[in-house]
């Protein structure tokens, strides 16, 4: 069993920059591959960008590449998502998600098995 708690969200001006942190509990934290994806108002759940056990494989939905970094320290439980270059459209609730696939991180939501409660971005135009 794995909990998520996210943190870093809040409202920033477009072309500004916020950190999102996800914070797991439980002591095998560094045998999940991770996810993030994101829920914007009437818009299904997609994802935005994932990371292998060792950090070691990333991957980035097309509309983030190059303006968002996914990182992990496994020794404090955590993933990260540096968002930069921020627009308009990147307004949504962010998750992060763990999967039991530790390597080859899938890209389906419905690969997760865990979930946080979520964290809200505003970028303001």
């Known amino acids: 069993q794995v909990q998520l708690v996210e943190s870093g969200g809040g409202l920033v001006q477009a072309g500004g920059s916020l950190r999102l942190s996800c914070t797991a509990s439980?002591?095998?934290?560094?045998?999940?591959?991770m996810g993030w994806f994101r829920q914007a108002p009437g818009k299904e759940r997609e994802f935005a960008a994932l990371?292998?056990?060792?950090?070691?494989?990333?991957y980035y939905a097309d509309s983030v590449k190059g303006r968002f970094t996914i990182s992990r320290d496994n020794a404090k439980n955590t993933v990260f998502l540096q968002m930069n270059s921020l627009k308009a459209e990147d307004t949504a609730v962010y998750y992060c998600?763990?999967?039991?696939?530790?390597?080859?991180?899938?890209?389906?939501?419905?690969?997760?098995?865990?979930w946080g409660q979520g964290t809200q971005v505003t970028v303001s135009s």
């Open positions: 998600a763990a999967t039991i696939y530790s390597d080859r991180i899938p890209r389906s939501a419905g690969l997760y098995a865990y």
């Open positions: 439980g002591r095998t934290f560094s045998s999940y591959g």
């Open positions: 990371i292998s056990w060792s950090g070691g494989n990333t």
